[in-house]
Nanobody, 123 residues
Framework: QVQLVESGGGLVLAGGSLRLSCDADGRTFNDYDMGWFRQAAGKEREFVAA????????YYADSVKGRFAISRDSTKNTVFLRIENLKPEDTAVYYC????????????????WGQGTQVTVSS
């Protein structure tokens, strides 16, 4: 059973920053590409960022390039999402997810995902 546990969300002012974390078990971390998607209230899921297993290439949605940074720490089986210059439109539940390929992740075809962490940005 794949387990993904997100943390780090919260309420922040516009212009602030957050670092989201996703803890995964070791098998998951080694067997899947990992990433994040978000879902705002009343909207569809939106791919945000992903990082491949090896090499650790990163991929971003155009809407977040330059403000979001994804990374993975193999010593901790953790994936991070650093978000800078937060905007009200970033308000959403952020989910950590895994997929067999980056292409699948970009299409929204996730194999597993966590419970999500709420990010709320006030103006």
């Amino acid at each position: 059973q794949v387990q993904l546990v997100e943390s780090g969300g919260g309420l922040v002012l516009a212009g602030g920053s957050l670092r989201l974390s996703c803890d995964a078990d070791g098998r998951t971390f080694n067997d899947y590409d990992m990433g994040w998607f978000r879902q705002a209230a009343g909207k569809e899921r939106e791919f945000v960022a992903a990082v491949s297993r090896s090499p650790e290439n990163t991929y971003y949605a155009d809407s977040v390039k330059g403000r979001f940074a994804i990374s993975r720490d193999s010593t901790k089986n953790t994936v991070f999402l650093r978000i800078e210059n937060l905007k009200p439109e970033d308000t959403a539940v952020y989910y950590c997810a895994v997929a067999e390929t980056i292409a699948a992740m970009k299409r929204g075809e996730y194999d597993y995902w966590g419970q999500g962490t709420q990010v709320t940005v006030s103006s």
